[in-house]
């Protein structure tokens, strides 16, 4: 069986033509809420198969044939996107992207719009449908900025978000049709480092990366939830397993989280930050974030990533993908490559959210209601490849 939330898979017509986060004078309660919840399954079938996504053939403009630029695509008209690469038009400021599993042939994903504070079910050839509306402080770079589904999500159809509420940041669950319960709360809010990041860790476990606040001195202190990554249980304790047991926090030191990721045999794991430099680090539980993996100076404002295995990939607010090299020890080994920056006619503007549908593809989304230049189509999600082709399978030099 294929796990459905809300939906039925189908065949994907498209999919023949691309391939696609205590400080201040407010005190928080620094313990998940004790409050029970049982969840509304809809199936208990385990994750269906992965999608099968055939050869690029060069009519969308993030994958056009190796050597080759993009095919000529109309412009959008209205919510009409040609771009077959695209799965989603006429969202919001898409922060985060959560891939579902069991689509078959035809990938699904939940997308989060940081202002709005919706969740959206969004799949290519169907209307974007709301699974949630969550009241969300936007104020800032708050809002609704992090998405991941439970790591028993064939079971109890569970969806994790990070949200900004009036008084703090904190980790919510909900499943459809069911409020949002508290998991984990108290999370210093400010005016600014309110961005969070929510990822599984394929152990069991939350990964939670929390900003500062506005506040670099919380970020060091390892009283506070603040400027962390944290590793809970589904209930926001401490996951078993951390570096110190009962210790949510395995590593310190963050501003403003874009996006955290691991890598495909769990060896990995990365959080991007913004702050007085835009950097990559490489997160070592236990221990606090030291030297990052890669910087950027110029703060193109990074968020999502996706570990792809030969590279990780960086999506930013500056209208570029970033593509960093990895070496056979999984460190960086050379200068990034800007990919879907616009260049040649490819491209879609100012990126947030990034998951992985499997180990050659994932979902984008971008935020260009948020400081851009939208088109009508605006915002979108799009299949993009994991590992471009460096001669021109990618198409964006």
Known sequence: MRVRLGRTWGAAPWLLATAVLLAGCARFDDRASGQSFTPAPELTAPAGPQPRLPEIDGTSRTNPRPGGTPTSIPPPQGCTDYDKAVVATCLDTVSAIAALPGGGSDPGALAAERRSGRIMQVSANTKPVQLASLKVDATGDGGLTGLALSPTFGEDQLVFAYITTATDNRVVRLTRGQQPKPVLTGIPKGATGNRGALAVDGKGALLVATGDAGNPAAAADPRSLAGKVLRIDTAGNAAQGNPAPGNRVIAGGLHSPGGICKSGDLTRLWVTDHGTIDALYRVNPGAALSAPAWTWPDRPGVAGCADGGQSVLVATAGSAVQQLPLTAEGAVGGTPKPLLDGKN?????????????????????????????????DDRVVVIQLQPNPNGGSGKD
């Open 345 to 377: 006619g490819t491209g879609y503007g100012r990126y947030g959210g990034l998951d992985p549908i499997d180990g050659q593809f994932a979902f984008i989304g971008t935020v260009n209601k948020d400081g851009g230049q939208p088109v009508s189509s």
